[in-house]
């Protein structure tokens, strides 16, 4: 005992000091500790203490141990860290613990939060309430209904008590159909004269950014408008150039068809579903945002150069009902389509471009007007405890040309169950690690403009703080099966989560359980790549940051009535057998469950060596072209090492984390931030955003891309052109190589290998 009465009494100082614990402001604690009173100094010159009497001196002796033990014991357990933290070889991006450094420290792991989390998520849901208020009607961007649903949605956002709510409201060019002189589809003979009016269908469908023209010729049925489609034509002698083109909905997107039948030389575009008699809506700029400022953001009064979006078409497209394309399809001489090509319980028909009467032809009217529309999208967040910086964006697009049960409805109810559902567990113990943004996007039926001009406005930083976005656009269009369109990045996340929540069919049975009983390969069941069309497709390969989306979809009769007036709540509700409530739930979990991991996780649950796979399968196809290359004195082994130099920057990645401090907090950034921009180096760097705004150079569009490359490849010896060949394996390779530098670290530990 004496000698720890000397250790402490050396240990104590001669003057009065605090000492602080805890990381903010509100955490510090401060313990002041003062001698004894003086005595004078001019009766005890020397300074000396008052005498006290060894009974005193035994009491305050093991009052002040038992503090320090209790101070010692109290700061220790602050540092001790979870026993069931699994950082490992096996799951270096799981963290299955989470640590509240307060001054009442709380601890959970994985099983808690996902408790914590699917609690409060079915407690007090108003899911089904927001879905049926959000598609009580029509509400495009630029309406009053639209303006209302944008100010219910924020103030339901300031009601959970989120740490920040605002709003961002950029200016878009949109096409709207002008009332005064309403779209015409006519059959005319050799005088111009009508012969007979084929009806549209219903006025207020239309495309939005069709050129505006008045357009006359014969006619050829396409099928659905690919590529693939076109050159089938080709080989069958039918001339699409000079005629216009009826084709059918499905596989691709209404902007896609447009183009490929404008590169086919069409001058007019008519689109028919054909398996519902209401015409179905869609815009056709291929690509996203405002097409009048390509690039830049619609921010109003900025003076932007006079330009236009190559994606606008030159042609005029026009959507039209089933039977008035029926009618057009009868009329049709030239070759029969194939039975394969006819769509189902429709008759033998022609091809075009000939009528059955050859002095007949098929003339459009297309008179849409252009509007400059104020968007809203709204924007609420929850502030990230060590990362606050790097913000994990869930997002739903809110305006709908038609009611939009399954458009805009569940997407947006969902997110506001998501922000309240993570706000009460912030108010109950949770700190995520990372800020979680929640955004209400406008303009989505216009081409994601809402989410593409946000993304112009803050291009220069999104990589730098963006860890990940998820889009809730259409997630319930059935209840069967389960499908994840995402950036490769996400695949082991999205195993993990859906291999925790159960199938909407089953609930014994979880949604990875119920896909892999009904599928031989379940992997191609529940992968799909990025959806062009989609707000999640360009924050990945415009700005850089890894995107996914989640929906449940039918397997037998898709839901038909996407983008028409009959998209409903009651409608969507009744194909699901009543059972839309609680589908909306389930995917509300699987995206809650990822959103909760992505904010949580020390080191970001993204799988960083998934374009190891990517680019092999990529890679596979390229030596059946050595010989065409050899020919013209070039070679893919600059190519090759570029893909071997990324192949090592991951594999020294991953080493890199395995044999460092993960409880450090600087060493966890540091790496997390080179994860996070992965999907940014494989955007080009030689390209401009203006003019190829997409420049992902594996699922962007443009020269740059590795499409455009093995597509220039597979021409023929005659039609290759080898100055643009030599400047896209150029692009391609240099780009990959650059992504190979920057994820290998600093550039000491940059070795190359050229």
């Not at 194909?575 to 809650?592: D, Q, Y």
Request: glycine letters at 6%; hydrophobic letters at 35%.
């Amino acid at each position: 005992m004496e000698s720890v009465r000397k250790i402490f009494n050396a240990a104590m100082p001669s003057q009065s000091y605090s000492i602080y614990r805890g990381v903010e402001e509100d955490d510090e604690a401060e313990l002041h500790m003062e001698e004894a009173p003086h005595g004078d100094q001019r009766s005890n010159p020397k300074g000396s203490r008052c005498p006290i009497s060894p009974q005193h001196q035994k009491l305050i002796f093991i009052i002040t141990m038992t503090a320090l033990v209790a101070f010692l014991l109290g700061y220790v357990s602050t540092l001790s860290r979870c026993t069931r933290c699994d950082i490992n070889d096996n799951n270096l991006l799981s963290d299955e613990s989470y640590e509240q450094k307060d001054s009442k420290p709380i601890r959970m792991d994985w099983a808690e939060l996902k408790k914590l989390f699917t609690g409060y998520l079915n407690n007090g849901t108003k899911i089904d309430e927001n879905i049926r208020k959000v598609s009580a009607g029509r509400h495009p961007s630029g309406s009053q209904e639209n303006s209302e649903l944008a100010s219910y949605v924020l103030d339901t956002l300031k009601g959970y008590n989120l740490d920040k709510t605002w709003v961002n409201s950029p200016f878009a060019e949109l096409q709207f159909p002008d009332r005064t002189r309403p779209n015409t589809l006519n059959i005319v003979n050799n005088t111009n004269k009508i012969v007979a009016a084929i009806p549209i269908g219903d006025p207020d469908v239309y495309c939005p950014y069709s050129a505006s023209a008045t357009v006359q010729g014969g006619l050829v049925y396409v099928n659905y408008g690919r590529q693939e489609d076109f050159k089938i034509l080709s080989t069958w002698n039918v001339n699409v150039s000079g005629s216009l083109v009826i084709i059918r909905t499905g596989l691709i997107s209404f902007a896609e068809k447009v183009y490929n039948a404008e590169a086919a030389g069409a001058i007019g575009a008519l689109i028919f579903p054909d398996y519902t008699e209401t015409p179905v809506y869609g815009h056709v700029h291929f690509g996203t945002g405002d097409p009048y400022t390509p690039g830049f953001p619609s921010i109003n009064h900025t003076q932007f150069p006079s330009f236009k979006s190559s994606g606008l078409p030159k042609i005029p497209a026009q959507p039209i009902s089933l039977s008035s394309a029926r009618s057009l399809l009868r009329e049709l001489a030239g070759p029969s389509a194939s039975e394969s090509w006819r769509p189902a319980d429709f008759p033998s028909h022609g091809l075009g471009p000939a009528l059955t009467n050859p002095l007949h032809k098929v003339q459009l009217e297309v008179t849409n007007v252009r509007q400059s529309v104020e968007l809203h999208n709204v924007f609420g967040s929850i502030t990230g405890r060590f990362e606050p910086e790097h913000y994990i964006v869930v997002g739903a697009q809110r305006d709908s040309w038609g009611p939009g049960a399954a458009k805009s409805g569940v997407g947006t109810a969902t997110l506001l169950e998501l922000a309240r559902t993570l706000s009460m567990m912030v108010r109950n113990g949770f700190r995520p690690r990372r800020s979680i943004i929640f955004v209400s996007w406008d303009g989505g039926d216009f081409g994601s403009i809402g989410a593409t001009e946000w993304l112009e406005g803050y291009l220069s930083m999104l990589h730098l703080k963006a860890a990940a976005y998820m889009s809730l656009d259409t997630p319930v269009l059935g209840d069967e099966n389960f499908v994840a369109k995402s950036s490769p990045l996400f695949n082991n996340l999205i195993e993990t989560i859906i291999k925790q929540v159960d199938h909407p069919l089953q609930s014994q049975q979880s949604i990875y359980e119920y896909t892999k009983a009904k599928s031989t390969n379940w992997k191609t069941s529940v992968f799909s790549p990025l959806k062009k069309d989609t707000s999640a497709f360009t924050f990945t390969a415009f700005a850089g940051v890894p995107a996914l989306e989640f929906s449940f979809v039918e397997n037998s009769q898709p839901y038909k009535f996407l983008d028409t007036k009959q998209d409903t709540y009651d409608r969507l509700n009744h194909i699901m057998n009543g059972r839309l409530p609680s589908v909306a739930l389930n995917v509300a979990e699987v995206v809650g469950l990822a959103l909760v991991k992505l904010s949580h996780d020390h080191i970001l649950p993204l799988e960083y060596k998934a374009y190891n796979d990517v680019l092999l399968q990529h890679f596979t196809n390229l030596p059946t072209y050595q010989e065409k290359l050899k020919s013209r004195g070039l070679t893919l082994q600059w190519l090759y090492d570029a893909r071997g130099d990324y192949t090592r920057a991951t594999e020294r990645l991953k080493e890199a984390i395995q044999g460092s401090d993960l409880t450090n907090e600087k060493v966890i950034q540091f790496f997390n931030v080179r994860i996070m921009r992965v999907e940014f180096y494989f955007l080009s760097q030689y390209e401009s955003a203006n003019y190829s705004p997409y420049r992902h150079i594996l699922l962007g569009r443009g020269e740059h891309t590795l499409e455009a490359l093995m597509e220039h490849l597979s021409k023929d010896q005659k039609d290759i052109d080898d100055s643009k060949l030599r400047m896209q394996i150029a692009l391609f390779t240099w780009t990959l190589e650059g992504a190979a530098d920057a994820l290998s670290g600093e550039i000491w530990e940059v070795e190359r290998s050229f």
